[in-house]
């Protein structure tokens, strides 16, 4: 849903948040399709197998790998940002 402005458009995302041990802040991804992702991390969370974890987000961060002890939680977030024309 985007929004009119007089100094933009108002769109919505949805980032990634991973939540990791030892990390007082949690990792900020963006994906094409954050949903997909969120549901594969929830199910590697849950179980007791370890794997390296790599992504290839779009955003300030371009790559990034975790093991998959390491994460604690993950959650999706909404976000409001502004497009300048």
């Keep these: 849903m985007a929004q009119q402005t007089p100094q933009g458009t108002i769109q919505t995302r949805q980032a990634l948040l991973i939540f990791c041990k030892d990390s007082a802040s949690p990792l900020v991804l963006y994906f094409d399709n954050p949903q997909q992702i969120y549901e594969d991390l929830k199910n590697l969370v849950n179980s007791n ?6 992504f290839e987000p779009i955003g300030p961060i371009k790559k990034a790998a975790l093991t998959s002890d390491n994460i604690i939680a993950v959650a999706l977030q909404e976000e409001q940002y502004l497009v300048q024309q």
Excluded: C, D, I, Q
Excluded at 49 to 54: I, N, Q, Y
């Design 49 to 54: 197998e370890v794997k390296l974890v790599e």
